[in-house]
């Protein structure tokens, strides 16, 4: 059991109407059947012929032996969110999933999606008690679609609580009118904080235009949070004391605490029940997570296991003051975010400036664009299947020209896997040259690979600097298993 020091936090327990509840966040599975490149999911694979367990839950525990350990909670009040990658995938398994939790009457289950199911393979399902997050991706479907298919979910029964449009560069130039259409349907529609991931993975700005869509469509809470990413070590919070995460493999942690444990041979973890202090030094940024902790001035509202619905009204309460269409305030929060951002960003560059050596190890070549790919973990290649999701860091810099670049274009076999805009300080690289002006050389990226056949290939970084100059740095082995 994972409990605080009495002396620390006894003295403020668990409200007592939540004393019987527990809300219960299960990472269904990894697979998708988008390829988002701001997602941090990492493994887009399916099942495969050969059987092996893999990244989903029905390949580790059949659905009944899901639905045994799920009835085992003991709290008469059940919040379970089930997440993925894409649930709804493997449409046998999870339509049994569902009708087994709707006789499960003291359990409200909400989901994640990106809608692009069919709702009448659930036709029969009690969907009462379900509400569903349903996420738009304009890169990945085309609006009209998309819209239909919202539509038919919301008249085959399922409550449609919230559709999700995350703010990344990509996105941009189709929100307004994708939010006209869902607002005039009646959908509550959240402009969410794009994730620094895939491949913005080293991405610490953000755009006047990208925070007064953020500024509209969200709330200056949420903000704080996903944007400028305080400190929360030691602050004591109720997150832990109401809440489990279950990984697909059926291993259970108590909230954001560090040990895991069996679900299946060890059982339920025993939660304390009293406000716990942060173990992490940045809240994940959950909607759920920060409004738990026990002295957040911008959240005065009782703790609760806080659902995607009392986000939802939260939200809408929000939308309907007012003051947020009104374009001077708009303009003064959006000036507050941008200087906030940008403040942070700069405390952390000044923190990793280099200390440079009186003599260069290595002269820096004056001629041309250079830099590396990372071993990672010793391993000075990738091992991956074909499409999957694989992490890739370096460095790269220009001779001539200093740091930062224009941009990276990552390739293999002569498909561009992504082009990389976004470079983050590498001390050691100005360090080991003796030259400050290649301190923004860091790169890193999640790249998607193609569908490839089993064997060997060259991973390919095409760097071009601010004024123009090309380079490729050195080739980097690619090993496809099967």
Known sequence: MLSPSPSVSS???????????????????????????????????????????????????????????????????????????????????????????????????????????????????????????????????????????????????????????????????????????????????????MIQTGLYLSRKERTERELDMLVRYNTPLDLHYKLLLPRTRGRLCFYPAMTVNIRYDGWIRIGCMDHYQDLFTEGIPELSRTAVPCPQEQCDNCVDMYRALTDEPRHDKPVKLYTLEDYSQEFSDYRCAGRVDDPEVRRSAVAYWYEQVEARRQREEAAVLPVLRKAPVEQAPTDRVFGYVDAREGQFYIQAHSRDRVWVSGWAASGPNGTPLRELRLKIEGQELGSVRDFFPRPDVAEYFARADLLHSGWQALVYLPTLRPGNYELIVEATDREGLQGTLPPWRVEIVA
């Open 11 to 193: 003295s403020i327990p668990l409200p007592v109407e939540l004393q019987d509840a527990i809300r219960i966040n299960w990472h269904l599975t990894l697979w998708c059947n988008y390829s988002c490149q701001y997602c941090p999911v990492l493994v887009f694979r399916q099942r495969s012929p050969q059987g092996q367990p893999q990244e989903h839950a029905f390949d580790h525990h059949t659905v009944a032996e899901w639905l045994e350990a799920i009835r085992r909670f003991p709290q008469r009040n059940i919040h379970l969110k089930i997440t993925g990658g894409e649930p709804f995938l493997d449409r046998k398994n999870f339509r049994a999933l569902l009708a087994g939790l709707a006789e499960m009457k003291h359990i409200r289950t909400g989901i994640d999606t990106n809608g692009y199911w069919d709702p009448a393979w659930y036709d029969g399902v009690d969907k009462s008690g379900i509400w569903l997050n349903v996420s738009y991706h304009p890169s990945q479907a085309d609006f009209e679609e998309f819209f239909n298919r919202l539509l038919a979910i919301r008249n085959a029964g399922f409550a449609v609580t919230m559709v999700n449009y995350i703010v990344a560069p990509e996105n941009m130039e189709s929100f307004e009118a994708a939010f006209a259409r869902l607002d005039r349907e009646g959908f509550c529609v959240n402009a969410s904080p």
